[in-house]
């Protein structure tokens, strides 16, 4: 196996930090930049889902579009695949049962019954 970073060494002052390259390891390696705080990045690629309406519901949703339209100024409602994902953020966003943290209940130890004095 070929080492082509020592084949071919870029020379720094041996008095200062290195310039030219990352310093070495204690295994003399080439260092790599520090971590950054904020992780990898969230996978954000739309996943499509499938879900049915009953005829009810669609006229409800087509209903609230047009009046997101209306006040909006929209010419045409909003197509309802792009409501409803904002429709369903918005509600488990400000769903407080479901944000609150969970309350565990202990478990009830069972009390002896009091001694009987006769």
Same mark, same amino acid.
């Given at each position: 196996? +070929? *080492?082509?970073?020592?084949?071919?060494?870029?020379?720094?002052?041996?008095?200062?930090?290195? +310039?030219?390259?990352?310093?070495?390891?204690?295994?003399?390696?080439?260092?790599?930049?520090?971590?950054?705080?904020?992780?990898?990045?969230?996978?954000?690629?739309?996943?499509?889902? +499938?879900? +049915?309406?009953?005829?009810?519901?669609?006229?409800?949703?087509?209903?609230?579009?047009?009046?997101?339209?209306?006040?909006?100024?929209?010419?045409?409602?909003?197509?309802?695949? *792009?409501?409803?994902?904002?429709?369903?953020?918005?509600?488990?966003?400000?769903?407080?049962?479901?944000?609150?943290?969970?309350?565990?209940?202990?478990?009830?130890?069972?009390? *002896?019954?009091?001694?009987?004095?006769?």
């Amino acid at each position: 196996m +070929t *080492k082509p970073f020592f084949e071919q060494p870029i020379l720094n002052s041996p008095y200062a930090v290195p +310039t030219r390259h990352h310093a070495l390891d204690a295994d003399g390696q080439p260092t790599r930049m520090a971590k950054l705080r904020i992780g990898p990045l969230p996978d954000n690629r739309p996943i499509k889902h +499938t879900i +049915t309406f009953t005829a009810a519901q669609d006229a409800l949703i087509r209903d609230y579009a047009a009046a997101i339209a209306a006040q909006d100024g929209l010419s045409e409602a909003p197509p309802v695949e *792009k409501l409803v994902p904002i429709i369903v953020e918005r509600l488990i966003a400000t769903d407080r049962a479901f944000r609150a943290p969970v309350r565990r209940v202990l478990p009830t130890v069972p009390r *002896k019954p009091p001694p009987h004095s006769e």
